[in-house]
């Protein structure tokens, strides 16, 4: 049971390695070109929040994009047999 345990864990920590390393290196080479780009402090500032607003729109443009609509029908279901339950008249 040991020795299996330690495989599974040896596993996982490689596939976890293999992920987060490729992940460091962006992010590093991201902020040294952005520290490149910018002349001065301040317009590194700049620049990296211009950019990360960006991408943060740019992200909430895909989850948006990317989540089912709720349904209005099921909704309004829920609502009336909530209101019948507790003794209102629904419609």
Excluded: D
Aim: hydrophobic share 45%; net charge positive.
């Amino acid at each position: 049971m040991r020795y299996a345990a330690q495989r599974w864990l040896a596993r996982h920590a490689t596939v976890q390695c293999n992920r987060t390393l490729p992940f460091a290196l962006l992010t590093a080479s991201f902020g040294l070109l952005l520290a490149a780009l910018g002349r001065t402090p301040g317009a590194t500032r700049g620049l990296a929040i211009m950019v990360t607003l960006i991408l943060v729109m740019v992200g909430v443009r895909l989850i948006k994009k990317g989540t089912p609509p709720v349904p209005e029908q099921a909704l309004e279901e829920i609502r009336l047999t909530r209101e019948t339950l507790r003794g209102g008249h629904g419609r």
